[in-house]
């Protein structure tokens, strides 16, 4: 009686290891691809961002440039800024 106790036990404990094992991998795959997302968020803030600051640069040179006037009567509204990865432009 006490062996088949025993092997009760034995059993119960190492299907709880096996489960706690498998959710602890299961956390790690879900740890693992959040960090993957915030690095692709975090890649794509900062595009923005530098675009953010090339169109701020863009105003500010537009609006010092005497070069600038008819472009400015030609396109009121939009800023162009070159950047490292091309020209965007900005609509104000």
């Known amino acids: 009686m006490e062996k088949k106790d025993l092997a009760s036990k034995y059993e119960q ?3 709880l290891a096996e489960s706690s094992e498998l959710m602890h991998k299961h956390d790690s795959t ?3 691809s959040a960090l993957t997302e915030s690095k692709k968020r975090e890649e794509s ?3 923005t961002v530098s675009i953010k600051d090339a ?3 863009s105003v500010s040179l537009r609006n010092s440039s005497p070069l600038a006037k008819p472009y400015m009567l030609a ?7 070159h950047t490292s990865r091309g ?3 900005c609509l104000l």
Do not use: D, E
Request: glycine fraction near 0%; include cysteine; charge should be positive.
């Open 87 to 89: 020209i965007f432009y």
């Open 45 to 47: 803030l900062k595009k």
């Open 55 to 57: 169109c701020i640069a």
């Open 30 to 32: 879900m740890n693992k």
């Open 13 to 15: 404990v190492k299907a």
């Open 75 to 81: 396109f009121p509204n939009i800023y162009f800024a």
